[in-house]
Structures are given as C-alpha cells and as structure tokens.
C-alpha cells in the first residue's frame, strides 16, 4: 500500500473573511463549516483513507498561531511528524520546501501538500485521486489536482487538460497554467472540458521536488536548506533558523516550480472542493434553509433570503433584506452585499493605515495557557476575563506601571507574590502591587475563570518583564 506524509500548511491570514478571521486568529483555527476548525477538518478527512496509508502529518505555521495549532492537533489526538515554525512568510515554494528537507531520511516518501482552509465534501472522491496520482508520484511526477469548475470564477488559476498519462489512467499531461481569467474567459473555460481550477493541492516525493526546485529556483532551495540544516527544537516545535529562511525569495509552488517543470501532471476530480476564499464561499458550501439563508448564532431574521447572517457575541436581528453578509464578532460588525464581498480586504487595509488592532486580534485573545478577554476599560483602568486551563501557569513576571487585583470566579488559583504562594478558591482575591513579581497558575482538574482589574499609568500588554516562562516566550 503507498504511504504518504501530509505536509498542511498553514499559514495565511484570511483578510477577506474578516473580522472573523484576523491575523492572530486566521480562518484555518477557525470553526467556520462545522464545530471543528478548518485546520482539524483537513487532518480529519486523512483519517478514514483506507486506499492508503496515512502517516503522521508535519504541518507548516507561524511562530504567532504555534501553540493554538498544538492545541488543536491534541483535540483529535494527532501526534504531528513535525510542527515547522516560518520565522516569516514567504510563500508555498519555501515552506514546501523545509517540510521536504526534514524528509532526507525518507527520499522516497511521497508528500501530499495541502492548504489547510479548503473544504472538500466528497471525501472518498478525494481519496481516489490520490490514489491515482501516488501511481504518477512513484514514478517521478509533480502531480497537482484540478477541480472541475461549475461556474466561471475569475478569482482562481486554472490548468489547461493535456495528454493522457499513460502510467496512470486518470492522469493527464499539464497543457498549461492560466492566470485568473476575466470574466468572459472564465465562461468560456466553463464551456470547454479542458479547463480545471488550480486547487493548490500536490503530490510528489520530496527529493523530486528539492531537485527541481534546485533546477529553477536554486537561491530558493539553498536558502531553505541552509535554514533547515540550523533549525532548532523549542519544546514540541521545530523552528527553522531565521536568517536564512528570511534570505529566501518569495514564491509560490506553482511559480517557482510546477509552470516551469516538465514533470507536471494533473488528476482531474469533482470532490465538492472550495477554498473559502470569501464570505459568500462560505455561503456557497453551507445547508441553507428554504429561503437560501444561512445562519449561525443568536439571530433573528424575518423576510430575510439568500443572505449569511453569524452572530459571535450577542442577538442579531435581520428584517426584509436579500443578498447580504452581516457578520457580528464582539469588536467589529461587518455589513455587505455578497456581491462586494472581495471588498472586505479594503477594510483590513484601512484598519492597517489607522493602526487600529481589529484586523490583528479579537478582544479575546489566545495563549498557551489559556485566553484572556477584554470586558472595560478607561482613564487608568482595564477589566479582563482570565481563563487558564488545567495544569497550566502564566509567567513568573513583573509590571513596571500597573497593579492587578484577581478575583477567582470559579475553579482554584495558586497565585504567588514575591516570596508569597497561596490557593485561592471560588469568590476569593489576591492583589498584585506595581513592581511586585507574580505568577497564577490553575493546580486543579477544571477550568479557572477569574476576574482581573488593572489599574495604572500604562496598561499595554508589552509592560511585562518576563522571568520564568513554561513556554519558552521571552
């Protein structure tokens, strides 16, 4: 039976499905099709594959969601081959790139590259592709995986049907990569039976594809090597040396390599495949009541049709509209036509200009121990909800400009400071003086919620003076 490694990259921001996703919280962490996250949800389609063997995935992320992937790949249970940190972004190509460096010692392997927020409904389809591309693979290929379209979408690449394989039925010569087509091109590639979407997914050994890579893109190749060769483990986390993954060009796979190769193959298939790309993506791939609405959270909608409607926070009302996007999150409503929907990245970028922090992080923020969440704030003063989980603990750390008073709301609080340790339990509090060295840390088998009070000249989250850290945060 063929073997194959994932290798799910996960980076990206997700800009256009703002303000549900942002920098800190892209849409792969996101639960935005079902209750898992679209990261959990790729991993979960490998995981009934029977055609062949599975092996454990390396996925490929920014130092900033780090931990959140951990979390959730220890929601399913998932031990990862590798969890490689990009010290930044710089495309497919590269990251692809350090996943097949860490295979040196499988030069056989063959690596199926997948993004980690595409939706894909027909999973034994899915299979069956892969099935057919591994027989391409094995035998040297840079196999992609074209979608056939059903509507003329100008917003992805597409990929010209060529010869037949004669290696592999099912699988075809690449005739050419076409850029995102105007609008009456795309209707006529609908036309046509030899125009497929660009899904983004590939299949190869990874030594056939650093040779290449090598062959088109040598700066590319020696760079990420050389990154690789100097990385270094950070708890559970492979971290790739900096200076050279940042001396790499930017690129993506299809640039760099598959339009220029002559290995290029594709397996054409109908497995229900979106990238979500966008609000009404999201739309397209969801159950939709008999109005042609889809809806999620605490809503009301009367005389509503063909609209999404997600409420994150609090009740949305909705009343004799048609065609729009109300997307609700505590901080930030988002009102649009579906049509304009591409038009939400402006909004990012205007938010980016004014230095404002919606586009970066939601009120409620994320951290290995926990999340913290902002509830008030004004002249001197911050109030935060504090979540940490069982067994986990915040720096040993010092403020230079505010004090803090904790209120246990419920669970158990082992809250020390200076030379002070004690358990704090359910309406009980602990105050923390400016200066003072603290830390808390949840001793029980529950969840501890507490309530924080700041008080202060400067209360910005980068006036901590870090001394010990479980997390290797500095």
């Not at 996960?10 to 703002?18: M, V």
């Not at 709301?409 to 603290?438: C, Q, R």
Request: charged share 25%.
């Amino acid at each position: 039976m063929t073997s194959i490694i994932p290798v799910v990259l996960s980076g990206g921001s997700g800009t256009r499905l703002w303000p549900l996703s942002r920098a800190l919280l892209p849409k792969q962490l996101l639960p935005l099709v079902s209750e898992k996250s679209m990261l959990q949800e790729t991993l979960a389609r490998l995981s009934s594959w029977t055609a062949v063997e599975v092996l454990s995935p390396i996925i490929v992320c920014g130092n900033d969601h780090r931990f959140l992937v951990a979390e959730q790949l220890r929601e399913m249970d998932i031990k990862p081959r590798s969890i490689m940190l990009e010290p930044v972004g710089r495309n497919t190509a590269p990251a692809i790139a350090a996943a097949a460096n860490s295979l040196s010692d499988m030069n056989g392997a063959l690596i199926l590259v997948l993004p980690a927020d595409h939706v894909i409904r027909d999973i034994n389809a899915f299979e069956a592709a892969v099935k057919t591309a591994a027989i391409a693979a094995e035998a040297g290929r840079l196999v992609t995986f074209g979608i056939r379209p059903d509507s003329p979408e100008t917003g992805y690449g597409y990929i010209k049907l060529g010869d037949t394989l004669s290696l592999a039925d099912g699988c075809f010569e690449v005739g050419e990569f076409v850029e995102k087509p105007d609008l009456a091109t795309a209707k006529s590639y609908l036309e046509s039976d030899d125009y497929f979407w660009n899904s983004g997914m590939f299949l190869f050994k990874a030594a056939v594809y650093l040779d290449e890579l090598k062959k088109f893109k040598p700066e590319i190749a020696e760079q990420v090597r050389l990154s690789f060769d100097g990385s270094y483990k950070d708890l559970d986390f492979c971290r790739l040396e900096e200076n050279s993954f940042a001396a790499s060009p930017s690129d993506s796979i299809d640039y760099a390599v598959m339009e220029q190769t002559t290995l290029a193959a594709m397996v054409p298939v109908n497995m229900g495949w979106n990238d979500v790309g966008s609000w009404t993506a999201l739309w397209d791939v969801q159950s939709k009541d008999a109005d042609g609405n889809v809806v999620r959270g605490d809503t009301y909608i009367h005389d509503v049709s063909n609209s999404l409607i997600r409420s994150e926070s609090r009740l949305v009302a909705v009343v004799g509209v048609e065609n729009l996007l109300v997307i609700e999150t505590s901080d930030a409503v988002l009102v649009t036509h579906k049509d304009r929907a591409q038009d939400v990245k402006k909004i990012v970028d205007h938010l980016k200009s004014e230095k404002r922090k919606e586009h970066e992080v939601h009120a409620r923020a994320y951290r290995p121990w926990g999340w913290y969440e902002g509830i008030d704030a004004g002249e001197r003063f911050q109030v935060k909800r504090i979540m940490v989980k069982p067994g986990e603990k915040l720096s040993l750390q010092m403020h230079h400009h505010r004090a803090e008073h904790w209120v246990v709301v419920s669970g158990s609080a082992m809250i020390t400071v200076d030379d002070k340790t004690n358990l704090f339990s359910e309406n009980e509090s602990a105050y923390i003086p400016i200066g003072s060295t603290h830390r808390l840390e949840n001793p029980g088998k529950l969840p501890l919620h507490l309530i924080e009070v700041q008080s202060g000249s400067y209360l910005g989250e980068d006036d901590i003076v870090r001394f010990n850290d479980s997390y290797g945060r500095t």
